[in-house]
T-cell receptor, first 111, second 112 residues
Framework: GQNIDQPTEMTATEGAIVQINCTYQ??????LFWYQQHAGEAPTFLSY????GLEEKGRFSSFLSRSKGYSYLLLKELQMKDSASYLC????????????FGTGTKLQVIP | NAGVTQTPKFRVLKTGQSMTLLCAQD?????MYWYRQDPGMGLRLIHY???????AKGEVPDGYNVSRLKKQNFLLGLESAAPSQTSVYFC???????????FGQGTRLTVV
């Protein structure tokens, strides 16, 4: 099975940097996703990591350490529109490679 | 370019009523999923399909049935709705490599 942990809520200031952590314990691992979900809307894809290291995509970066079962999402130059929930999800092994979602981290960006 | 479309967007049901949620995708994706999202619970997988004519149970399948008669459509049925099925339902689709899932806009279902 999969167990995914992330903080429930975080607050950060506009223009600052915030790091959202995700730890997981899985019976198999084939990659980790980050999704963004604004209130009342559908999740949208941010990143996918399958190898260790940092992947940068504009203001957002995602890091993975498979040996530690750990990932983080780094948001730079925070904007008010970044206020949303950030979902960590793990892709397991097996024929269908099921994706299991964490409960999400609600980020509030304040002026 | 519609992506993933869910109908209806909102619905109120009485306990014991039945309904079908429709999910349609125009990206020729092999995989399709139905999730429910409840406060504090995250997205939980109800049923999924890895291709036309195939379906399988996810984490919380009880009280739901699905069908995938056409590749582009994935139907979720509630035969006898219960208040515990009040939730937001999301459909998603992904390519065979499943490196990115695309979500529909959600269906907000209330069972009274």
């Amino acid at each position: 099975g999969q167990n995914i942990d992330q903080p429930t809520e975080m607050t950060a200031t506009e223009g600052a940097i915030v790091q959202i952590n995700c730890t997981y314990q899985t019976s198999g691992f084939n990659g980790l996703f980050w999704y963004q979900q604004h209130a009342g809307e559908a999740p949208t894809f941010l990143s996918y990591n399958v190898l260790d290291g940092l992947e940068e995509k504009g203001r957002f970066s995602s890091f993975l350490s498979r040996s530690k079962g750990y990932s983080y999402l780094l948001l730079k130059e925070l904007q008010m529109k970044d206020s949303a929930s950030y979902l960590c999800a793990v892709r397991g092994s097996g024929g269908y490679q099921k994706v299991t979602f964490g409960t999400g981290t609600k980020l509030q960006v304040i002026p | 370019n519609a992506g993933v479309t869910q109908t209806p967007k909102f619905r109120v049901l009485k306990t014991g009523q039945s309904m079908t949620l429709l999910c349609a995708q125009d990206m020729n994706h092999e995989y399709m999923y139905w999730y429910r999202q409840d406060p504090g619970m995250g997205l939980r997988l109800i049923h999924y399909s890895v291709g036309e004519g195939t379906t399988a149970k996810g984490e919380v399948p009880d009280g739901y049935n699905v069908s995938r008669l056409k590749k582009q459509n994935f139907l979720l049925g509630l035969e006898s709705a219960a208040p515990s099925q009040t939730s937001v339902y999301f459909c998603a689709s992904a390519n065979r490599g499943n490196t990115e899932a695309f979500f529909g806009q959600g269906t907000r279902l209330t069972v009274v």
